[in-house]
């Protein structure tokens, strides 16, 4: 099965840090962009950021920007997205996807299951 894995989410306190991991399953990540998008609840999926297949070119939210950070260890076949300086506006179910590159018409496929995170006092 082709898919990729998300991991990491949680509970933190305004301020705090989380790092969510997005694996592949079933296939060579490193051939990919990789996406990380998010949906609050009672609100749209938007994308958050995204990172070329080499690692070169990075793409971020104006909202997360400063904050957030996203890598890639193709040897490790993991995507990578180091959240820094939480708010509770970024409380939402934390999704990674694949395209061939980061682009608004890209059409992204292997979608994981999620991973919560949660920013509460």
């Known amino acids: 099965q082709l898919q990729l894995v998300e991991s990491g989410g949680g509970l933190v306190q305004p301020g705090g840090s989380l790092r969510l991991s997005c694996a592949a399953s079933?296939?060579?990540?490193?051939?990919?962009?990789i996406g990380w998008f998010r949906q609050a609840p009672g609100k749209e999926r938007v994308g958050v950021s995204c990172?070329?297949?080499?690692?070169?070119?990075?793409f971020s939210i104006d909202s997360v920007k400063g904050r957030f950070t996203i890598s890639r260890d193709n040897a490790k076949n993991t995507v990578y997205l180091q959240m820094n300086s939480l708010k509770p506006e970024d409380t939402a179910v934390y999704y990674c996807?694949?395209?061939?590159?980061?682009?608004?018409?890209?059409?992204?496929?292997?979608w994981g299951q999620g991973t919560q995170v949660t920013v509460s006092s």
């Open positions: 996807a694949a395209a061939q590159e980061c682009t608004k018409g890209s059409s992204w496929s292997h």
């Open positions: 990172i070329s297949s080499s690692g070169g070119n990075t």
């Open positions: 079933g296939f060579t990540l490193e051939y990919y962009a």
